[in-house]
């Protein structure tokens, strides 16, 4: 039994490596599915968050077997736990590496029960991290002549499955539902990318600044999660604005940049992808250095240069399966609607965000 358990092992660890390596890499997957109940004293009561998306709500840091307790949507559900006096159980459905098609298909669709629970009163996902990913490398890869397709495929993919996943909501999620959240993308590598490509531009013959050519590409894809969102009944948590941009006026135009920079509903996408690139541009920073105020900053990106900081412990999620758990709030008030940590990690804020537009009662 032990020549065995010892050849059975000798076989698995190359595979554990290789799945390591593999679970960074755009193209591969890992399901990380948690859920974590914020308990509430004195009270009975308990409702759902549920979340769909990909490694972003996972709260992936880098392993295969584990994930940051407080990713955004168990931050949410902390403020939500306060706000109506009771336990709420945060339900994160996730696959890392999952493109948009992955999540609607895999994970909202096939794993709808969640947000069917009578118990249910948020849903919220986000997608579409990956598909863009995987098209800033098939670009940055590219030699010859530039095809731009690989970026505008992405977008038009994106806008297939955000749409598909907000009818299918609307139409599955239980009635009782108060509050659904879309997420839309913070820029990863923004920094990374301010160099030029290996590639030409067909028209000019000259080689083009990528962080320009990603930049036009999320915005378009931002303003389309927005938008549709507006007119499915949907919230949109603006994490572009509330990663990339300070949370002081630093262009001295009188409004604070993160506030400045966000989707104003009903905005055409040319006016939105202007502002964003040209006439706001010089207030983007990479969410690696997140300004809070003129002399201080944050980290809102992993070493990765692209998941969301956290902090705090990390639960069972991935290689071994899925965990549960339940624990009391760290936070039992919220001076103005944040808690003191609020502005400090990517989760934080990207969990704040969702919080916004919590409904005031169950």
Same mark, same amino acid.
């Given at each position: 039994?032990?020549?065995?358990f010892r050849?059975?092992?000798?076989?698995?660890?190359?595979?554990?490596?290789?799945?390591?390596?593999?679970?960074?890499?755009?193209?591969?997957?890992?399901?990380?599915?948690v859920s974590?109940?914020?308990?509430?004293?004195?009270?009975?009561?308990?409702?759902?968050?549920?979340?769909?998306?990909?490694?972003?709500?996972?709260?992936?840091?880098?392993?295969?077997?584990?994930?940051?307790?407080?990713?955004?949507?168990?931050?949410?559900?902390?403020?939500?736990?306060?706000?109506?006096?009771?336990?709420?159980?945060?339900?994160?459905?996730?696959?890392?590496?999952?493109?948009?098609? %992955?999540?609607?298909?895999?994970?909202?669709?096939?794993?709808?029960?969640?947000?069917?629970a009578s118990?249910?009163?948020?849903?919220?996902?986000?997608?579409?991290?990956?598909?863009?990913?995987?098209?800033?490398?098939?670009?940055?890869?590219?030699?010859?002549?530039?095809?731009?397709?690989?970026?505008?495929?992405?977008?038009?993919?994106?806008?297939?499955?955000?749409?598909?996943?907000?009818?299918?909501?609307?139409?599955?999620?239980?009635?009782?539902?108060?509050?659904?959240?879309?997420? /839309?993308?913070?820029?990863?590598?923004?920094?990374?990318?301010?160099?030029?490509?290996?590639?030409?531009?067909?028209?000019?013959?000259?080689?083009?600044?990528?962080?320009?050519?990603?930049?036009?590409?999320?915005?378009?894809? /931002?303003?389309?999660?927005?938008?549709?969102?507006?007119?499915?009944?949907?919230?949109?948590? %603006?994490?572009?604005?509330?990663?990339?941009?300070?949370?002081?006026?630093?262009?001295?135009?009188?409004?604070?940049?993160?506030?400045?920079?966000?989707?104003?509903?009903?905005?055409?996408?040319?006016?939105?992808? /202007?502002?964003?690139?040209?006439?706001?541009?010089?207030?983007?920073?990479?969410?690696?250095?997140?300004?809070?105020?003129?002399?201080?900053?944050?980290?809102?990106?992993?070493?990765?240069?692209?998941?969301?900081?956290?902090?705090?412990?990390?639960?069972?999620?991935?290689?071994?399966?899925?965990?549960?758990? /339940?624990?009391?709030?760290?936070?039992?008030?919220?001076?103005?609607?944040?808690?003191?940590?609020? %502005?400090?990690?990517?989760?934080?804020?990207?969990?704040?965000?969702?919080?916004?537009?919590?409904?005031?009662?169950?």
């Amino acid at each position: 039994m032990h020549t065995r358990f010892r050849n059975s092992l000798h076989k698995l660890l190359p595979a554990l490596a290789l799945l390591a390596l593999g679970a960074q890499a755009a193209a591969s997957t890992l399901n990380q599915n948690v859920s974590w109940t914020i308990d509430r004293p004195g009270t009975s009561s308990k409702y759902r968050v549920v979340a769909y998306g990909d490694s972003i709500y996972a709260g992936y840091n880098g392993s295969v077997t584990s994930a940051a307790k407080y990713s955004a949507p168990t931050v949410d559900a902390e403020y939500l736990s306060a706000q109506w006096n009771a336990g709420i159980e945060s339900v994160r459905r996730t696959k890392s590496g999952a493109i948009a098609s %992955d999540v609607y298909n895999n994970k909202i669709v096939a794993e709808r029960s969640y947000m069917q629970a009578s118990n249910t009163r948020v849903v919220t996902f986000e997608m579409c991290g990956n598909d863009g990913l995987q098209a800033r490398t098939a670009f940055k890869s590219q030699e010859g002549s530039c095809d731009y397709s690989v970026l505008t495929a992405a977008e038009a993919s994106c806008k297939t499955y955000v749409t598909a996943a907000m009818d299918y909501i609307n139409a599955n999620a239980y009635a009782g539902v108060k509050t659904k959240v879309i997420s /839309n993308l913070h820029y990863p590598g923004y920094t990374a990318d301010n160099t030029q490509s290996s590639c030409k531009d067909p028209s000019s013959g000259a080689t083009v600044k990528m962080q320009d050519r990603f930049l036009l590409s999320i915005a378009r894809i /931002n303003h389309m999660m927005c938008d549709v969102a507006r007119q499915k009944g949907f919230m949109c948590a %603006d994490n572009f604005a509330q990663y990339m941009g300070a949370d002081y006026d630093a262009n001295g135009d009188g409004k604070i940049d993160a506030e400045a920079l966000r989707y104003v509903a009903g905005e055409s996408q040319s006016s939105y992808v /202007n502002r964003v690139s040209s006439t706001l541009r010089s207030t983007i920073r990479d969410a690696n250095t997140h300004f809070v105020s003129a002399s201080s900053s944050y980290d809102y990106i992993q070493s990765d240069d692209t998941h969301p900081s956290y902090t705090g412990s990390t639960v069972t999620a991935g290689l071994w399966g899925g965990s549960s758990g /339940n624990g009391a709030a760290r936070y039992s008030s919220f001076a103005n609607g944040k808690n003191p940590i609020w %502005d400090q990690y990517g989760h934080e804020r990207m969990g704040w965000a969702v919080s916004i537009f919590n409904a005031a009662a169950p």
